[in-house]
């Protein structure tokens, strides 16, 4: 019964790469959400304050959160606006940016 044997052979083998697979793409989607990792996404800036502060391992996202809080909602807010991290970015995991972003932080820090 050779063909049975194979047959549950591969099964098993596909199971494995699933497995294998599901590891690694969760490992992958732990560090993109940055609780460890304090490297920033963005590859390309638009501000230099912003890319000086991911290019020093020893500031990285966290500073830039602190700056975005303190640069930029607190002036915000201090002017009258109503304005949080969401009024720029589309969620506070993974921080992509929404249209009016970059126009608006340039108001702020530009
Ligand atoms: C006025 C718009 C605006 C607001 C409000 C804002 N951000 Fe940002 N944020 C930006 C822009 C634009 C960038 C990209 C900067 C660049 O390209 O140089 C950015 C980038 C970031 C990054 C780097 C993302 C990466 O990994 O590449 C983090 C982290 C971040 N913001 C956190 C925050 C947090 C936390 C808040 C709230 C306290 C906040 N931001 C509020 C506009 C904003």
Redesign the pocket.
Known sequence: MVPTKTRIRSVLLTFCAMGCLGLFVGSNSARAE?EVDN????K????????KL?ADPSKG?KA??KL??NQ??KK?KAAGEK???K???DN?KT?T?KK???A??K??LG
Do not use: I, P
């Open positions: 940055g490297s920033c996404k963005a390309v800036f638009k501000f230099d304050v912003v890319k991911c996202k830039v959160k975005m809080k930029v909602v915000a304005m949080n991290c009024s720029c970015h506070t921080f940016l009016n972003a970059e608006d932080l108001k702020w």
